[in-house]
Structure formats: C-alpha cells, structure tokens
Antibody, heavy 126, light 107 residues
Framework: QVQLQQWGAGLLKPSETLSLTCAVY????????WTWIRQPPGKGLEWIGM???????DYNPSLKRRATISLDTSKNQVSLKVISVTAADTAVYYC????????????????????WGQGTPVTVSS | DIQMTQSPSSLSASVGDSLTITCRAG??????LNWYQHKPGKAPNLLIY???TLQSGVPSRFSGSGSGTDFTLTISSLQPEDFATYYC?????????FGQGTKVEIK
C-alpha cells in the first residue's frame, strides 16, 4: 500500500523560501502525477500545482509563479519550493498522488488525488 | 477559475441519520467531480471520484451523483467515524478548485 511521508521546515520568516519534501513508499512512482495542496488556518483547501514524469507541470496562478514542484525519481520523492513567502503562505501543506484515465497521455482532466500525505504545518512570521 | 459552492456549510446529525451534501459548479464540469473526507490532524481521504465512483475501501453507505453543474454526496446511516468535513473538488480545468467544505457534527 502506497504511503506518502512529508517533511520540511515549519517556521519561516517573510521573504524566505518554503521547501518541503514528500517521499513515496510502495507502489509505482511513474504511473501517476504528483501534486501539492494547502489549507490556511480556518480555511478550505487550495490546490498549489502538479507535475508529471512526462514533464508536464501546472500551477495555481494565485501563487504568482512563486511555486515549483519537482521530482527526484532516484529517491521516489516530490518536492515543493515556494519563494518569497509571506504570512499568507501560512498553512498546512499536503502532497498527494494524482491519477486519472488519461494521465499516461499527459492529459490532466478527470483526475483525483489519492492518497495524501500527513500534512506539514508551515508558519510564516517575523 | 471554476467556483465550487457547497451547501450547507455545516450540519448537525445523529448516528443512523442519512444526509446529503450539495456541490454546485460555476460552469458545467461534466462528471469531473471528486469528494474527500477530512478529519482534523489527518490527511484528506478520497471517497468518490468521477461524481459517482466509490473509491476502493470506502464503505458503501457513501454515494455520489450528478453531472454538469449540480452534484450530491449522500451518506446513508451515519456512523460515528463519519463526523468530519467534506470537500468537493473539480478536475475539469486548472486551477483545480475545492468547495469551501461542509462540516458534519454530532447532534
């Protein structure tokens, strides 16, 4: 059974770079895409972005091009970096595996996220 | 962005009750709609994908329906472990968006 384990720095100052890693244990790493989602305190879920082994990537414009998701296939790991963080980036961050009927053709529509990592709380404060 | 609106935002129910949560999309999304259950401090859990397909391992008391802009998640015979927040999510177009959540509390 696949498990996703996340880690990364939990306390940042404004303007610093958020860096999180998600390790994938069990199951295939290549037959899926990988995504990050966050949940600010007291708010709902916000999709951050995704990347695939075929080289496709897409990001939520709300992050204003500050986010980068990358894969390390040698370690079965997915990473997220967000530059120039502010207090608005305070949230619990989740990695998740994405799947759908067309992803092997690099078509990302009708997808779903399963499983999710345990979540990493990140606070941005001066 | 495709706006997803859930109703109600919260509800109180008793063990054994049946309940329905509604999710409305700002435009037609075919059946590209997923439902997740989220408990505090835990990872969200996929319940339903493609509007009506039950994820493996999810109890059959959960069911989903809908197409186009209007979708529902129904829980028949609510169990103690079902008290959580439920989110719908569209995968028709990026940025993929979630509803604001429906918190199901014990009456």
């Amino acid at each position: 059974q696949v498990q996703l384990q996340q880690w990364g720095a939990g306390l940042l100052k404004p303007s610093e770079t958020l860096s999180l890693t998600c390790a994938v244990y069990g199951g295939s790493f290549r037959d899926y895409f990988w995504t990050w989602i966050r949940q600010p305190p007291g708010k709902g879920l916000e999709w951050i972005g995704m990347t695939s082994h075929g080289g496709s990537s897409d990001y939520n414009p709300s992050l204003k091009r500050r986010a980068t998701i990358s894969l390390d296939t040698s370690k079965n790991q997915v990473s997220l970096k967000v530059i120039s963080v502010t207090a608005a980036d305070t949230a619990v961050y989740y990695c998740a595996r994405g799947f759908g009927p067309h992803i092997l053709r690099e078509v990302f529509r009708n997808n779903w996220f399963d499983p999710w990592g345990q979540g990493t709380p990140v606070t941005v404060s001066s | 962005d495709i706006q997803m609106t859930q109703s109600p935002s919260s509800l109180s129910a008793s063990v054994g009750d049946s309940l329905t949560i509604t999710c409305r999309a700002g435009q037609s999304i075919n059946n590209y709609l997923n439902w997740y259950q989220h408990k505090p401090g835990k990872a969200p859990n996929l319940l339903i994908y493609a509007a009506s397909t039950l994820q493996s391992g999810v109890p059959s008391r959960f069911s989903g329906s809908g197409s186009g802009t209007d979708f529902t998640l129904t829980i028949s015979s609510l169990q103690p472990e079902d008290f959580a927040t439920y989110y719908c999510q569209q995968s028709y177009g990026t940025p993929w968006t979630f509803g604001q959540g429906t918190k199901v509390e014990i009456k």
